[in-house]
C-alpha cells in the first residue's frame, strides 16, 4: 500500500509569511508524528497525534506553531510568521501502535527555507 | 542532560569489520527502543527495535539493551560500504508514545 505521502516537498518562503504544511499517513495508522531535522542534526519532536485523544503538543518551539488532525487522517503543521531559525525539513511519521508496536514510518518530508 | 545521547561520530570502521554504535537515555521508565538508519537527504527507517534486556538479533544487526545502565546499542557485523549513514536511536518513554531521537552517529565502512 502507498506510504506516509508530505506536500509539499520543497517550500522557500519569505520572512514573516505563513507556511502549511500537509501530511498524509498510511490508512489506518491511529498514531501521527511531526518532527523538525536542521541541516546535520537529529530529528526534535514536534507534537503527536493518537486518535482521538488530544494531542502532545509539548515539542512545538513556540506558539507560532500548531498543528490539526482530521480524525486518523489527513495532518497539517502551520508556521506562522516564518522566521529563519524556522528553515528546516520537516517530517512526518505514522504508527499503527498495535500490541504496543511503535514502529513509525516516514514521509519523504518537506524542506522549508525561510529567507 | 539530552534525553537521548549517541556520540556524533564519524565512526569509521574497515568493510568487513563490526561496527559498534552506542546510545544512552535518561528516562529510566522508558519502554521501547528504536535503531532508524538515515541516508543523506532521505528519511529514517527501521532497522530494529527492543524492548527487553538482552540481545536481539536480526540477520547482519543484533540490538543490545541494559535498562539497568540505561543504554542500548547496535552492532553492525561483516559491515558494507552501503551500511555507510547516520544511525538514529530513539526512545519511547515511560508516558506513553512519544519518541525522543538521539542526534546521531554517523558510520563510515570503508572499501
Known amino acids: 500500500g502507498a506510504g506516509v505521502s508530505q506536500s509539499p516537498s520543497n517550500k522557500v518562503t519569505e520572512k514573516g509569511k505563513d507556511v502549511e504544511l500537509r501530511c498524509d499517513p498510511i490508512?489506518?495508522?491511529?498514531?501521527l508524528y511531526w518532527y523538525r531535522q536542521r541541516l546535520g542534526q537529529g530529528l526534535e519532536f514536534l507534537i503527536y497525534?493518537?486518535?482521538?485523544?488530544?494531542?502532545?503538543k509539548s515539542g512545538l518551539p513556540s506558539d507560532r506553531f500548531s498543528a490539526e488532525r482530521t480524525g486518523e487522517s489527513v495532518s497539517t503543521l502551520t508556521i506562522q510568521r516564518t522566521q529563519q531559525e524556522d528553515s528546516a525539513v520537516y517530517l512526518c511519521a505514522s504508527s499503527s501502535q498495535l500490541a504496543g508496536d511503535n514502529e513509525q514510518f516516514f514521509g519523504p518530508g518537506t524542506r522549508l527555507t525561510v529567507l | 542532560q539530552k534525553e537521548v545521547e549517541q556520540n556524533s561520530g564519524p565512526l569509521s570502521v574497515p568493510e568487513g569489520a563490526i561496527a559498534s554504535l552506542n546510545c544512552t537515555y535518561s528516562d529510566r521508565g522508558s519502554q521501547s527502543f528504536f535503531w532508524y538508519r538515515q541516508y543523506s537527504g532521505k528519511s529514517p527507517e527501521l532497522i530494529m527495535f527492543?524492548?527487553?534486556?538482552g540481545d536481539k538479533e536480526d540477520g547482519r544487526f543484533t540490538a543490545q539493551l541494559n535498562k539497568a545502565s540505561q543504554y542500548v546499542s547496535l552492532l553492525i557485523r561483516d559491515s558494507q560500504p552501503s551500511d555507510s549513514a547516520t544511525y538514529l536511536c530513539?526512545?519511547?518513554?515511560?508516558?506513553?508514545?512519544?519518541?525522543?531521537f538521539g542526534a546521531g552517529t554517523r558510520l563510515f565502512v570503508k572499501a
Open positions: 530513539a526512545v519511547t518513554g515511560s508516558g506513553g508514545f512519544k519518541t525522543i
Open positions: 497525534f493518537q486518535g482521538n485523544s488530544a494531542p502532545d
Open positions: 490508512s489506518g495508522h491511529t498514531a
Open positions: 527492543i524492548y527487553s534486556n
